[in-house]
């Protein structure tokens, strides 16, 4: 098949591993990197223009899109899929994944288990909020934030209280989420393919660190997943519509709880903690699912 890698960065582990894995499974796979994408959006025959010419057909996409990104990466998926072209994760699971509220309200729909989470966006009820989610300790989060920065945690409720006002003094926003300390400052990566963990990791933080992200010093090793665990993961990926996710969980009292849904989940930290060849594993997925010119779009916005 003729397979597109939707990335900015061809040097990005990722990337060169999604290439290596596809052209070893007997695949053509080229580099396209979306903010170069551009097209006549109003012509019946759809195409995506790439550096001066009508890109060829592709049978399938995976779309790599970075969060700054968002909004164009996806209207560039959206005509790939208009032409009939399969997507790894389609146009719509990415912008739905974006939205972290929005996503935990999908997930909460569908009996996913999630830490008890507010939001708010006045500080008038800030009390009423902290109790609304069980009082401190507890996780108070900006939504922009990535890798663990804009976490923070507060221990008792006074200082929940500060914490939620002075983000709020600034207009960020943010959310207010119940703290799992038997999580002991370690989650769990679940890596989704289809309707599958095809591998995970458990991602433990620094000494004395609640925050598990290895760009914070964290380690990760390999880890085996409890079914309700593995079930968890598999059903937050279908809930949210992407075929290529990378699940969060936290090992809490009450069984696991989603923190996350990834769309761009890395493959370096999950390939080199469990061994496993999770790029080949993206190609096994297209090649079962993609069928050319047949695409539809599945999801409703
Ligand atoms: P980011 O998206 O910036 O990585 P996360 O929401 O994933 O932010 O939080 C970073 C880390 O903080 C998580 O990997 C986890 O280890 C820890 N953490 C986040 N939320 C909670 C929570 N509610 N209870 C316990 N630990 C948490």
Do not use: W
């Amino acid at each position: 098949m003729r397979i597109a890698v939707l990335s900015r960065n061809p040097n990005l582990y990722s990337t060169k591993r999604l290439v290596e894995a596809g052209q070893a499974r007997g695949h053509q796979v080229d580099i396209i990197d979306t903010m170069l994408c551009y097209m006549d959006i109003t012509k019946s025959r759809p195409v995506v223009r790439y550096e001066g010419a009508e890109l060829p057909y592709y049978d399938a996409v995976i779309p790599r899109i970075g969060a700054s990104v968002t909004f164009y990466g996806t209207s560039v998926v959206r005509q790939f899929e208009m032409m009939g072209t399969f997507s790894v994760n389609e146009s719509v699971a990415i912008s739905r994944s974006r939205d972290k509220l929005r996503s935990l309200q999908l997930l909460a729909r569908k009996g996913v288990g999630l830490p008890r989470t507010g939001f708010a966006s006045k500080s008038t009820n800030t009390k009423d909020l902290i109790k609304t989610v069980g009082g401190a300790p507890l996780v108070i989060k900006l939504l922009e934030g990535t890798q663990g920065i804009g976490v923070v945690l507060a221990e008792n409720d006074k200082s929940a209280e500060s914490i939620i006002q002075a983000f709020m003094g600034l207009k960020a926003n943010i959310l207010v989420q119940e703290f799992i300390e038997e999580a002991g400052g370690a989650d769990i990566r679940c890596f989704v393919v289809g309707d599958k963990v095809v591998a995970a990791m458990k991602r433990q933080g620094a000494e004395g660190e609640f925050r598990s992200n290895l760009h914070r010093g964290g380690s990760a090793t390999l880890v085996k997943l409890s079914k309700e665990e593995r079930a968890t993961a598999v059903t937050a990926a279908k809930v949210m519509g992407l075929g290529m996710c990378g699940v969060d969980l936290l090992q809490s009292n009450s069984g696991p709880v989603v923190m996350e849904v990834n769309s761009t989940p890395g493959l370096e930290g999950i390939e080199n903690a469990t061994g496993k060849d999770v790029a080949g594993l993206v190609f096994a997925h297209i090649e079962k699912n993609a069928k050319p010119f047949r695409t539809k779009t599945r999801g409703k916005g």
